[in-house]
């Protein structure tokens, strides 16, 4: 049985890695600092305890399984601290990812699939987004994901390492079956805010920006579920050990949904109405960011899934019912994802 590395596998993504790596027959082998991550999650294969800055370590954990495959999800994600903790993000996203891909070097690692992102396009002049469209990402946290895909680009032309680099839309949705979901700290995703905001652990969701330039003026993305991403990992991971080229695919469902309707999708599974307000744009937004994904669909035989009412319902599966079991929540409405006390806003009640 082959040995698979899911580095960051404690987190949201790489727990459905993990487990979707397991199902398919593999080894799998978590390796994670924790930073982000819950030991709740590690519920498939092994766990080694290790920084990805910590090149020693590192060299001692791949010695020691000998991993035919690589997986590399660890990263901070925040867009917004990494504009404040902009070094940090670096070292951690760059430095981090140079120890992980030049150790899997070393050890003759046979396939390495990188978690990459949409936000490399930055805020791209064309849409649906492909794979050879410009890179100009406009944040740190995008910057750093465009500098690792320039290592692996380099890696795979000198050195013929191979690599897949996966650019996720937006992760959303959840195994809660499993007991795995999304748990950010702090949370500023959109689907876990409003359907915190309607469980009552939030006083209220606020909608950022309404005069994009959008059918219904919110901001449209393309939220792919985290099983439908799992699976894409699985598939490259096949696809390079048996000797396919390294690539760059994007994955998205290839349809776009505006922050209206994905309230309007929370509050139809919401037991009572919510708060919804508006407010500015989130700086660095852009209007619409959609997958298309025929690349991953031609070459490594993928198709999502999941549709997007699948996703909102999974989410909230997780977020009412498995995560308080499992992280044993207490429902208080405190502060919004700003950190902002809510009754300091203007806020109206849900628009339809
Ligand atoms: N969530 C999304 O919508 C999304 C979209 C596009 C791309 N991505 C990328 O997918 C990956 C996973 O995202 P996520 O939402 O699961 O995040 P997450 O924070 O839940 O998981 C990241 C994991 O990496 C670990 N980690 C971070 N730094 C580490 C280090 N120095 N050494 C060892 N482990 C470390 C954390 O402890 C955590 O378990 C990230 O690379 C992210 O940039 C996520
Ligand atoms: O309280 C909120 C939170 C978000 N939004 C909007 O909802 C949409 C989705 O936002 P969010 O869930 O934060 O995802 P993105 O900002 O699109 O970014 C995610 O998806 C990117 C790829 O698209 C990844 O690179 C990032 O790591 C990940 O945070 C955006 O238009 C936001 O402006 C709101 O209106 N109110």
């Known amino acids: 049985m082959e040995t698979v590395f899911i580095v960051g596998g404690a987190g949201y993504v790489g727990s459905h890695c993990t487990k ?7 080894r799998p082998v978590v390796v994670d600092n924790l930073s982000n991550g ?3 999650f590690l519920k498939w294969g092994e766990f080694e305890h290790a920084d990805i800055r910590d090149a020693e370590r590192l060299d001692a954990v791949f010695a020691r399984h000998k991993p035919a495959a690589v997986v590399l999800c660890a990263a901070l994600i925040e867009v917004k601290d990494s504009q404040v903790e902009t070094a940090l993000y670096y070292d951690n996203n760059v430095s981090g990812a140079i120890n992980v891909i030049g150790a899997s070097e070393r050890h003759g690692v046979r396939a390495f699939v990188f978690s990459s992102t949409c936000a ?20 740190p946290y ?24 996966l650019r996720y839309f937006n992760a959303a949705g959840a195994s809660w079956q499993d007991g795995i979901g999304e748990r950010h700290t702090p949370e500023t995703h ?26 219904d003026g919110t901001a449209v993305r393309d939220y792919i579920h985290v099983l439908d ?24 469902t290839g349809h ?10 929370v509050q139809d599974l919401s037991p009572q109405p919510f708060i919804v307000g508006t407010t500015d744009r989130r700086p660095g937004d852009p209007a619409r960011l959609v997958a298309d994904n025929s690349k991953a669909k031609d070459i490594l035989g993928w198709e999502p899934t999941c549709s997007f009412a699948d996703i909102i319902e999974s989410a909230w599966k997780w977020h009412a019912d498995t995560e308080p079991r499992i992280f044993g929540l207490d ?22």
């Open 142 to 165: 995008g910057r750093t994901k465009a500098m690792v895909e320039g290592v692996l680009a380099d890696m795979r032309q000198f050195k013929n390492f191979p690599a897949i680099s």
């Open 331 to 352: 429902a208080k409405p405190t502060v919004d994802a700003s950190g902002t006390p809510m009754e300091q806003e203007q806020t109206t009640v849900a628009a339809q």
């Open 120 to 139: 490399v396009y930055g805020e791209p002049a064309e849409q649906p987004l492909r794979e050879h469209f410009p890179i100009q990402p406009i944040s």
């Open 38 to 40: 819950h030991e709740q």
């Open 256 to 265: 776009g949904h505006s922050v209206k309707e994905l309230v309007t999708a």
């Open 190 to 215: 959109a689907i876990p805010l409003a359907i915190q905001t309607a469980l009552g652990r939030r006083e209220g969701f606020r909608i950022f920006g309404t005069d994009y330039d959008t059918p």
């Open 229 to 252: 991403l799992a699976d894409a990992h699985v598939r490259s991971i096949r696809h390079l050990l048996d000797g396919g080229q390294s690539d760059i695919f994007n994955l998205g």
């Open 20 to 26: 979707a790596i397991a199902e398919a027959g593999y």
